[in-house]
């Protein structure tokens, strides 16, 4: 470089300088100008120095008003722990260049529950990376929306609300923005699982109920109907009813292991009242004896054990009422893997 | 001073001949085992103090001494009673290898004293033998006796003064004779023959006198049972007699009815203590039905039951499923449901309750089907007649004709030892066999999952105490009311709790509470009247899995010890502390890895006297009960449910069943 620098220079020298100085003074001349002109253009560049009549407008940021707008909304705010919750982020980009790479963190607040992982069928407008959302490119003055499930880990099982929010963060014009924005929060339904079945003999074995099976035709057969409640969240007054046949009758063996179990001989009813179900306890269930005298006109027939079953609860912390049927038990005894179909009355 | 150590010394010495009074067992069924070879072996001994009565031949005093006394020893209860035909003896009794007694009985016997027809020719009724004339026909010896005189020194002299014996079996006490010989029976000797009346009247009384002199020199306490048709003119001095071959053909017509009618009035012409037989035999020793007929026709009346296998061989040791049935005291007489309850003796169907369990009996000639609307029983849980003693619970029967059935009343009470109400409860013995059906132990009293003492002081006309113990109080009931409450560990606690209580005789005496789940590891010892007495950690303090409490007296030495297995959290180690809290002893139930918790209960499973200590895992592991003694060492294990059950199982132990043994009970929270 330096002797293609010095040849060049010697060659003019020998060439036009020493016939006439005013060759070397034009020739520093123009380095001089290249020199100032691009020096202006570097401090252009870097200063910009305002100049009368020229109006200089590079990209700002307006910290209260982004040039990007993202909206999170849930399609529920009620979510059942196994399930995910469905949310929608709406983007818009409210600036004139576009904007690269936005990063969204999902997280829980507290350590009830943690993220445990994200889907989201659309696959143009982000991608997903473990537990962070990327929204690759969105072009100045774009908008779309992106639809994401998100699933939860519980590790707390009588927490009831997720509190989670959204951190969101990108390049723009030069300046790294970063958002959080508290997302709305979820609620795990108190979620009562009630079970009613009738036994003859107990899925251990053991015989519950006597008398003939099938049943006879005017020979009492004693069954045994168990209810039971439980739920993972506290609920209270709990009220489990159903009523009995005719030709059923309400017997002496009872098994009750909270609450209070009452029977109505005007009106048949059966009624197991817990004014309190503390979650994740095993606690609440109620057995009781009946026993059945078939007639002999029912002889080829399947008998209703119990009726009208229904049962209805309040969930503790919201407040909002659970309840349901219970499905009628029969003679056939379906939940009975020992006697289960034996419940056509025969002749005596 | 001399002399009373003389006295002793005799006493001493004389003490197992000395004559015994023997007492009836109040409870059924009554046994009785008619076992009549000459010799016995030591495995039969061994099989027949199992019975409550034997009849045994009287030669066994001589060739089976040892054996006899084995048996005694076995069953310090059994009444044993010397056989012997008291109107007949074998012709060639000296050939006989050890016929001892015959011998030396047939070498007293005079000339005079033979039974004889009109041509002085001896008369024979069973083969080989010749029978006595024990009337007062019969000529007197020189010392002026006869047979009806020399036979009962015989029994006292000989058979009574051996001191084995309870008493003595006559066989043959018929109350006539003509029917033997009818033609030409010559009982007074006069070379004519009697006339058939003549003849039945001077053998009965003859007869007669013969018991009568047994009575007379043997005693009040000495019994004496006949056999053959029953002649009421002895009875008032007999204990009983033995209805062979029941319905014996010669009661009356033979019927069913003929022969209860006598059994059941048997009773009331004997003397005490009344011991009539029933004896049914049969070649076939799997016929269970027959072996059900006589053993529940026996079971109608007061009496003892004997199944054999033939007139001509009564030697047998057949056991059967319902003699192992614990049927209590008598609660009613027997009736025939058939006929409104009455009592009057026909074909029906009879019943006759006990305080643990029901004998039916169909002796009409129709199969007989009997619904319970209000009751429920359970058939004995046997290994022989599997279609008929299954173990089922039952709502109605359905009899074949003739047959008999034994059930069993259902007890769902778990008394004087704590058990968790609303739980299922199975019935095991030490051996892990199931012997009950599994119930609900429930009472509607006191709150699900209490843990709940029922006492049985209250029975025998004291004050009932009930104690039950949950969310963190302890209630203390007397007849149904709550009369002192407290909080062993505070009011604000409000957890489960672990409860024993220490009885005296079935009365409340110690109540020891430790925390539930949830709870630290002290242990509470109350007075009867709820007064702290004293307090002590059985595990590291800072555990806050709760603490299970038993108390019982598990080593002998006639203190009661407090027994702790621990909440979750820690190795499965079982202590024992005395009373005060010092540590006695203590052992791993289950591998030390195991740290779901342990419950324990107490209880003598094995009858040894004194309690054995019982485990389960509290919640986790499968329901594996282990039983050990006081030093640990292990004495049974078994599965009380499914082993996949990993749920936790609460145990207990009580006389369920009221055999004067205690069942293990395990119970269930949930079964599915």
Redesign the interface.
């Known amino acids: 470089m330096f002797k293609f620098i010095h040849r060049y220079l010697r060659g003019r020298w020998e060439r036009y300088y020493l016939k006439s100085h005013w060759h070397l003074v034009l020739d520093l001349s123009l380095l001089l100008v290249i020199v100032i002109l691009a020096g202006t253009v570097v401090g252009l560049y870097f200063y910009h120095p305002n100049f009368s009549g020229i109006q200089y407008t590079p990209p700002t940021v307006d910290l209260n008003n982004p040039p990007l707008e993202l909206n999170y909304s849930l399609a529920s705010s009620s979510l059942r722990i196994k399930e995910a919750a469905v949310l929608k982020i709406d983007f818009k980009n409210n600036g004139t260049v576009a904007i690269d790479n936005i990063n969204i963190n999902l997280t829980t607040t507290d350590t009830n529950f943690t993220v445990s992982r994200l889907e989201s069928s659309d696959q143009s407008a982000l991608k997903i990376n473990g537990r962070e959302i990327v929204l690759t490119r969105i072009e100045a003055g774009a908008s779309g929306e992106a639809v994401l499930k998100i699933y939860f880990n519980q590790k707390n099982l009588q927490a009831r609300s997720i509190n989670w929010q959204a951190q969101s963060q990108y390049i723009f014009a030069g300046q790294l923005l970063k958002a959080t924005i508290n997302l709305p929060v979820l609620i795990i339904p108190a979620e009562l699982e009630v079970k009613g079945a009738v036994y003859y003999t107990?899925?251990?074995g053991?015989?519950l109920g006597?008398?003939?099976l099938p049943p006879i035709a005017?020979?009492?057969t004693?069954y045994w109907i168990f209810w039971?409640a439980n739920s993972a969240y506290d609920f209270k007054n709990l009220v489990f009813s159903a009523r009995l046949p005719k030709g059923v009758e309400l017997y002496g063996?009872?098994?009750?292991?909270?609450?209070e179990f009452n029977y109505s001989t005007s009106s048949r009813q059966v009624i197991w009242k817990i004014p309190s179900l503390k979650g994740g306890d095993?606690?609440y269930?109620l057995?009781f004896e009946i026993q059945l005298i078939p007639t002999l006109e029912q002889v080829g027939k399947v008998l209703p054990l119990l009726t009208g079953g229904r049962y209805y609860g309040r969930d503790a912390l919201t407040g909002a009422e659970s309840s349901g049927s219970l499905q009628p038990l029969s003679t056939n005894l379906e939940g009975d893997h020992f006697n289960a179909g034996q419940g056509e009355v025969v002749k005596p | 001073m001399k002399k009373v150590w003389l006295f002793i010394l005799i006493i001493v010495c004389f003490w197992p001949f000395a004559s015994r009074a023997a007492v009836l067992k109040s409870t059924y069924p009554r046994l009785a085992n008619y076992f009549l070879k000459w010799e016995i072996s030591d495995a039969e001994a061994k099989e027949l103090a199992k019975w409550d009565l034997l009849i045994l031949d009287m030669e066994m005093q001589e060739n089976s001494r040892a054996q006899i006394l084995k048996i005694r020893a076995l069953n310090p209860k059994v009444i044993i009673l010397a056989y012997l035909t008291g109107q007949e003896i074998l012709d060639d009794v000296n050939n006989y290898n050890k016929a001892y007694l015959r011998q030396e009985l047939n070498q007293g016997i005079s000339d005079g004293w033979w039974l004889k027809d009109a041509t002085g020719k001896k008369v024979s009724n069973w083969p080989y033998t010749s029978m006595l004339n024990l009337s007062n026909g019969a000529i007197p010896d020189q010392n002026g006796q006869r047979f009806n005189d020399y036979l009962p020194e015989f029994i006292v002299n000989k058979i009574k003064a051996s001191g084995l014996w309870d008493g003595v079996f006559y066989d043959n006490t018929w109350g006539d004779i003509s029917w033997i010989n009818a033609k030409s029976l010559d009982l007074n000797n006069d070379g004519v023959p009697d006339s058939r009346a003549e003849a039945d009247r001077l053998w009965a009384e003859g007869y007669k006198r013969m018991l009568a002199n047994t009575r007379t020199l043997a005693g009040q306490d000495f019994i004496i049972i006949g056999n053959g048709k029953v002649y009421d003119g002895y009875q008032s001095v007999l204990n009983g007699m033995m209805l062979e071959s029941f319905p014996s053909s010669w009661e009356n017509g033979g019927t069913w009815a003929s022969s209860m009618q006598t059994y059941l009035k048997l009773p009331t012409l004997n003397v005490a203590p009344q011991t009539p037989v029933i004896n049914v035999y049969d070649k076939n020793q799997l016929n269970y039905r027959h072996v059900r007929y006589g053993l529940a026709s026996a079971l109608l009346g007061d009496g003892f039951y004997s199944y054999d296998y033939d007139v001509m061989d009564h030697g047998q040791t057949w056991w059967y499923d319902e003699y192992n049935s614990n049927l209590g005291v008598a609660q009613s007489r027997p009736f025939n449901i058939l006929a409104g309850a009455n009592e009057q003796i026909k074909p029906g169907l009879w019943r006759r309750d006990f305080k643990n369990g029901v004998a039916f009996v169909n002796s009409t000639d129709r199969k007989q089907t009997h619904?319970f609307?209000k009751e429920?029983f359970e058939k004995i849980k046997g290994s022989q007649d599997q279609t008929v003693n299954n173990g089922?619970?039952?709502?109605?029967i359905s009899l074949a004709p003739q047959d008999g059935l034994i059930v069993l009343k259902r007890s769902t009470l778990i008394k004087d030892a704590a058990f968790t109400n609303?739980?299922?409860f199975?019935v095991y013995n030490l051996a892990g066999a199931q012997l009950r059906?599994?119930f609900?132990s429930?009472l509607?009293a006191f709150?699900?999952?209490a843990e709940v003492v029922m006492t049985t002081g209250g029975q025998n006309g004291g004050s009932e105490s009930n104690i039950s113990a949950a969310s963190g109080e302890v209630g203390l009931y007397k007849n149904g009311k709550k009369v002192i409450a407290f909080n062993p560990y505070g009011r604000a606690y409000k957890k489960p709790l672990s409860l024993a209580a220490k009885l005296d005789s079935g009365y409340l005496d110690k109540i020891i509470v430790g925390a539930g789940r949830g709870g630290g590891p002290p242990v509470l010892v109350f007075s009867s009247a709820g007064k702290l007495e004293g307090n002590f950690f059985a595990y590291d303090k800072n555990l806050r899995g709760g603490v299970n409490v038993a108390v019982a007296d598990v080593d002998g030495d006639g203190n009661a010890e407090i027994i702790t297995g621990p909440g979750s959290g820690t190795e499965p180690r079982i202590k024992i502390f005395s009373l005060s809290g010092r540590l006695k002893n203590s052992f791993l139930a289950y591998d030390a890895k195991f740290n779901g918790g342990v419950n324990v209960a107490v209880g003598d499973v094995d009858n040894n006297g004194w309690a054995e200590i019982i485990t389960a895992p509290a919640s986790s592991g499968g329901p594996q009960i282990r039983i050990f003694n006081s030093q640990g060492k292990a004495l049974g294990s078994f599965f009380a449910?499914?082993k996949s059950?990993h749920g936790g199982v609460r145990v207990s132990a009580s006389d369920i069943n009221d055999d004067g043994r205690m069942e293990i009970l395990v119970g269930?929270?949930?079964?599915?």
């Open positions: 107990s899925p251990q053991d015989q006597i008398g003939p005017t020979v009492p004693n039971e063996g009872r098994s009750l292991l909270s609450g095993s606690s269930r057995g | 619904i609307y429920e089922q619970r039952i709502n109605y609303g739980y299922f199975r059906n599994g609900f429930y509607g709150p699900g999952e449910y499914d059950y269930l929270k949930n079964f599915y």
